[in-house]
């Protein structure tokens, strides 16, 4: 599925990006051109990206209650 139209920029390479490492908004913009043109797809991008600090920290919590 495509995530920016302007760039057809789709939702597996924002994901994968993301798993690698990538895990601000400009550093997928510079990664993979996406949301530098019109701008309507910066929301959903930003949802990749909270979505994955979100399992990131149920991560985090996880290990701290292990421990
Ligand atoms: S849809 Fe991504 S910049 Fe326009």
Same mark, same amino acid.
């Given at each position: 599925m495509y995530v920016c139209i302007?760039?057809?920029v789709k939702e597996k390479q924002i994901k994968t990006a993301i798993a690698a490492g990538i895990d601000? %908004?400009?550093? %997928?913009?510079t990664a993979l051109d996406v949301a530098t043109c019109c701008g309507c797809c910066e929301p959903m991008v930003n949802d990749y990206l909270d979505a994955n600090q979100d399992s990131t920290l149920a $991560? =985090? =919590? $996880? %290990? =701290?209650?292990a421990v």
């Open positions: 302007c760039n057809e601000t %908004l400009e550093g %997928l913009k $991560s =985090a =919590a $996880s %290990l =701290a209650y």
